[in-house]
């Protein structure tokens, strides 16, 4: 019981300083650096008529722009646009929390549980994470996959997988792991199975409707420059990768953006690809809650250094993995630092148009993700973590 309260406390205090934050700076200012109001423009498409993936292509899964568009027609204006954003992702925020915390509990045992806890409340990356994009939802989707999976629920884990999936690819990146700590490959494919389900119902549905703008939002990230990452230092980019494209015209999502890749996609594909299947193989099959935790994290990194471009507000999704893989003074460290480096490139270098400086902080980015990969990998092999390890 006592226990149980120490938790509800950490949860008030959470929750009160975000709403203190949003009741205290309109909502609007705090979402400044954000892409709030680029949401909201596409959203305001419906005063014409005009619906995502229907009359329009985007670049995003289709449950955040329809989300967006109910919420616009529920909101006069711009502000309460962005009040009520930050609401919802707040509500889903509060359940990561919360999921975390049962993860915690589960993974490393009470006393070390409130300490992550009071290490994420404090954390920078999430709040930032809160008001940078809809990230939150995707976090969500993905501990709420991993919750169900370390707990048994093997069905429900595969089902948020693929409600996520439809946010953003981030949660389907957990398919691996499930595949890996199955208890047969008969429950493998299954999992996969029901998972990719959910994805290709919500497309082929879509895809009815507007077959031509369907394909077009699924073949856009196919095209989009490369941004803030190594490889778009290579092909000669240096900004964030916006895209510059008629959205009404289905073709436009497929036109070459920014530098072409001096690496051809297929070779990184195989490169990061045969690397992670390596590693893949030499985890233990065990199950271990913090194996499965540390192979999730490894995953997500693998795919962040093989991704062609970075957002900021990806580390709000890596914040709960890498406090919950790590001994806590060196997760809190790396997120630290990575924080840091994120806050230079945006807003401070990034908003006041010194983007040559990508070439500082781009590489000190990647170095501290390299890092940490090869520290979640001795410890996702590690032959049986013992209860007294970090």
């Not at 309460?80 to 993860?103: C, K, N, P, T």
């Not at 045992?109 to 008001?131: C, M, N, S, T």
């Not at 809650?289 to 192979?295: E, N, S, V, W």
């Amino acid at each position: 019981m006592r226990g149980n309260r120490r938790f509800t406390l950490i949860v008030g205090l959470f929750l009160t300083f975000r709403l203190s934050m949003l009741v205290f700076w309109p909502a609007d200012q705090l979402a400044r650096w954000s892409d709030y109001d680029y949401y909201y423009r596409l959203a305001s498409w419906v005063d014409e008529g005009r619906f995502p993936y229907v009359h329009y292509w985007v670049e995003y899964p289709p449950l955040f722009p329809y989300l967006s568009l109910g919420l616009y027609l529920l909101t006069p204006r711009y502000d309460s646009y962005a009040i009520g954003l930050a609401l919802i992702q707040l509500l889903f925020e509060s359940g990561s929390f919360v999921l975390m915390l049962r993860i915690a509990r589960r993974a490393v045992g009470d006393a070390r549980a409130e300490r992550i806890g009071w290490a994420y409340a404090l954390l920078f990356a999430p709040v930032a994470a809160w008001w940078l994009s809809f990230d939150a939802i995707t976090t969500f989707f993905l501990l709420l996959s991993i919750e169900c999976w370390i707990t048994g629920r093997r069905t429900q884990s595969a089902l948020a997988a693929g409600v996520g999936g439809l946010v953003k690819w981030f949660p389907l990146l957990f398919l691996p792991v499930a595949a890996k700590f199955r208890k047969n490959w008969r429950e493998a494919v299954l999992y996969v199975g029901t998972a990719m389900l959910v994805v290709v119902i919500a497309f082929g549905l879509l895809g009815a409707l507007s077959p031509a703008y369907t394909l077009a939002s699924l073949r856009s990230l196919g095209q989009r420059a490369s941004w803030q990452t190594v490889w778009a230092l290579l092909d000669g980019n240096l900004d964030t990768g916006a895209y510059q494209a008629n959205r009404l015209d289905p073709a436009a999502a497929t036109l070459p953006q920014g530098g072409r890749p001096a690496v051809p996609i297929w070779v990184t594909t195989l490169l990061f690809g045969g690397v992670y299947a390596w590693l893949w193989f030499r985890v233990p099959s065990d199950g271990e809650p913090r194996r499965t935790l540390r192979l999730t994290a490894l995953t997500i990194v693998i795919f962040l250094l093989w991704s062609r471009g970075w957002s900021p507000q990806w580390l709000g999704m890596l914040t709960p993995l890498v406090l919950l893989s790590l001994p806590l003074e060196r997760g809190v460290l790396t997120l630290v630092v990575l924080s840091f480096v994120s806050i230079a490139e945006w807003p401070v270098l990034l908003s006041r148009g010194m983007n040559s400086w990508l070439t500082v902080t781009v590489p000190l980015r990647t170095g501290v993700l390299i890092l940490l990969a090869a520290d979640l990998w001795s410890r996702a092999t590690t032959v049986r973590p013992t209860s007294s390890e970090p």
